[in-house]
């Protein structure tokens, strides 16, 4: 089954690198771009040598498109993810897929009425690192999680690399948390394994944007396990860091090397010394796995939940944020 893609928008820093991924699978080609900037939307389509559209609705009517990428900003999602849904078209989109809970629940409503397949790209689940992380705390060897942090920066807004349009408050509805803390958020819910029971953010602005350039959100659960999330965009050499604690033992990853460190009291794993343990290889990538929907007429319902949840507890972030105060993640609904 060949699948025609359209191309909904080049905005997101990683439009291009679907487009490759695109380029590259057997079962999929580019049949035509829509961006909401007619120039960029031309030029890419030229690039591509795929039509360019003016009207999104004229691109969904098309015959050879049988999915859309969307990479719009953040603050139109909803918008034309629905308009996609509504004409039958599958849908790949980068995360967040909304930024609240009630926008998400509008896109699944309709997703389901038109039963499309819709994959959100969350790529650091599929990462060899996490499938090892779930593998050694699944076989108990941490015992009772007790704290996750996971760390996720880099230097684009004072080295001058980050587009300036991620600055732009009302296309991206966030800065630094809801761009690069997406990561570190899931990651950090998945480790914890156990629901979040409400959420504190601080941003800081350090470059003086519109939007935060330095941010840390704290989950709580009944548990009394708290995993805190770190994002920024001003940090000069700043690795990926996780870290999973627990009452018998403690992981490490990225402390700098990319290197899974463990240490633990278990009878069956005790190391009186930080042992290295071996990476997985990776899982599929999101896009794969996408096609692989399609193709099969299944549902990714495990992205899906993990999507809304991630909508979830950014959306709880950013109230905290700016009410100044602990987010029960029970009054976050639609």
Known sequence: MSIGIG??????????????QAQAHEDTFIAAVWDEDVIRGQEAAETLKVPYFESLDDMLAQEDVNAVIVDAPTNIHKEVIVAAA?????????????????????????V????????????????GYTLSIMELISGGLLGEITYVRVRLSHNGAIAGW????FYNKEQCLGGALIDLGCHP??????????????VSANFGYITGKDVEDNAVATLFTTSGAIGVVEAGFVNSHSPF?????????????????DKLLLKTNKPEGTTASWTEIPIKDNHDSAFHQWVNH????????NNIQTAIELTRLMEAANRSAKEGRVIPLADVRA
């Open 185 to 198: 958020m899931y990651l950090t819910r998945l480790f914890l394994g156990q629901d979040v029971t409400g």
């Open 241 to 257: 860091t996780i870290e999973v604690h627990g009452t018998e033992g403690t992981l490490l990853f990225g402390t700098p090397e």
């Open 86 to 110: 509504k004409a039958g078209k599958h849908i790949f989109t980068e995360k967040v897929i909304t930024p609240t809970v009630q926008e998400v629940d509008d896109i699944i409503t309709e």
């Open 7 to 20: 191309l909904v928008s080049f905005w997101h820093v990683h439009a291009w690198d679907y487009v490759k």
């Open 294 to 301: 399609i193709q099969s007429d299944t549902f990714a319902d």
């Open 112 to 127: 389901n009425r038109n039963q499309v397949i819709i994959t959100v790209s969350l790529p650091r689940l599929n990462d």
């Open 162 to 165: 980050l587009p300036e349009h």
